[in-house]
């Protein structure tokens, strides 16, 4: 009996151990909430607007390069606030990022230019224009 129950469980949570998918998943929506919530403290704490661009597979933070200019060029970046790196950004390996708006800036009173819904594998992050807040959605 005891064998066929350690058969039973080990079916079941081996592939969980051995599969990093879901790791992976969760690895990139921390980064993403984190850095959503960076880029708004940014945004305030600068004067000057600051933008999350998402692809299908990447987030980068831009700042403006002259606050309310609209310029948000690729080398404009925002430092990572842990690391030093020049760039602020994150993916990875083989996790889409699904989002509704392909941007989300954030102004100097901290407030998002639309609302916003990013799916990260099974994992959401909401985004309210109103209040600028960035929260875990997932049902």
Do not use: W
């Not at 350690?6 to 990093?20: D, E, N």
């Not at 879901?22 to 960076?38: C, G, I, K, M, P």
């Not at 600068?46 to 661009?53: D, E, I, P, Y």
């Not at 990022?97 to 990260?120: E, Q, S």
């Amino acid at each position: 009996m005891v064998i066929v129950l350690l058969g039973i469980i080990s079916a079941v949570a081996m592939p969980k151990f051995f599969g990093r998918s879901s790791f992976d998943e969760r690895v990139l929506f921390d980064d993403t909430l984190a850095a959503l919530r960076y880029a708004q403290k940014q945004a305030v704490a600068s004067g000057c607007n600051t933008r999350m661009v998402f692809t299908n597979t990447t987030f980068n933070l831009l700042r403006d390069d002259n606050c309310n200019s609209g310029n948000f060029n690729s080398s404009l970046t925002v430092p990572h606030p842990a690391t030093g790196e020049n760039s602020y950004s994150g993916s990875q390996n083989n996790v889409t990022i699904t989002a509704n708006n392909a941007t989300t800036t954030f102004n100097a009173i901290g407030t998002a230019d639309a609302d916003n819904l990013i799916k990260i594998g099974k994992y959401s992050i909401n985004v309210v224009a109103a209040t600028g807040f960035s929260y875990d959605s997932t049902p």
